[in-house]
T-cell receptor, first 112, second 114 residues
Framework: GENVEQHPSTLSVQEGDSAVIKCTYSDSASNYFPWYKQELGKRPQLIIDIRSNVGEKKDQRIAVTLNKTAKHFSLHITETQPEDSAVYFCAALDTGRRALTFGSGTRLQVQP | DVKVTQSSRYLVKRTGEKVFLECVQDMDHENMFWYRQDPGLGLRLIYFSYDVKMKEKGDIPEGYSVSREKKERFSLILESASTNQTSMYLC?????????????FGEGSWLTVV
């Protein structure tokens, strides 16, 4: 089955700086890669996703890149704000089970 | 908006008790999932279901079972709760694979087994 690794586990940046979170996956057949943001005590919310036929996708201050050859994808947040502080999870769609396999999460703290 | 509702947000149960966690979605989704979330481990898949009466084991099914008698409802059952099942449980749902891949989560159920 799919295996997803996520780094770093914690990330602290100054407000206005950029943040990058990286994930690798094992199943070359995976074709969908979402990113979820989870604020304290709340449910994970989808913030951006990318499909395997696309190399990059951007939505305002967040962007995701995908390198299928290397089997890794990354989340980029620019001009970070204190409200970006949360735990971020990457995931890959296990095409066999049609279920998401998640990374272990990154706790992002944006210092004002 | 898709709504995935977990009826019990916070539960405290004793070791050996049978525990039911209920999840209901209101968007006629075919696929439903139960994940367990623990610090440093991310979300791990316990069981999932493609349709009514169907169930498939995920990565950590031991100690759990599920029931899907109606399309909108997917229940997670702990037959005999143990302290190592203290965790946060997340239910999720998704329309069938041919209709897009977005998965929506419920608010989560915090279970403490003492």
């Amino acid at each position: 089955g799919e295996n997803v690794e996520q780094h770093p586990s914690t990330l602290s940046v100054q407000e206005g700086d950029s943040a990058v979170i990286k994930c690798t996956y094992s199943d070359s057949a995976s074709n969908y890669f979402p990113w979820y943001k989870q604020e304290l005590g709340k449910r994970p919310q989808l913030i951006i996703d990318i499909r395997s036929n696309v190399g990059e996708k951007k939505d305002q201050r967040i962007a995701v890149t995908l390198n299928k050859t290397a089997k890794h994808f990354s989340l980029h947040i620019t001009e970070t704000q204190p409200e970006d502080s949360a735990v971020y999870f990457c995931a890959a769609l296990d095409t066999g089970r049609r279920a998401l396999t998640f990374g272990s999460g990154t706790r992002l703290q944006v210092q004002p | 908006d898709v709504k995935v509702t977990q009826s019990s947000r916070y539960l405290v149960k004793r070791t050996g008790e049978k525990v039911f966690l209920e999840c209901v979605q209101d968007m006629d989704h075919e696929n439903m999932f139960w994940y367990r979330q623990d610090p440093g481990l991310g979300l791990r898949l316990i069981y999932f279901s493609y349709d009514v009466k169907m169930k498939e084991k995920g990565d950590i099914p031991e100690g759990y079972s599920v029931s899907r008698e109606k399309k909108e409802r997917f229940s997670l059952i702990l037959e005999s709760a143990s302290t190592n099942q203290t965790s946060m449980y997340l239910c999720a749902s998704r329309q069938g694979a041919g209709s897009g891949n977005t998965i929506y989560f419920g608010e989560g159920s915090w279970l403490t087994v003492v």
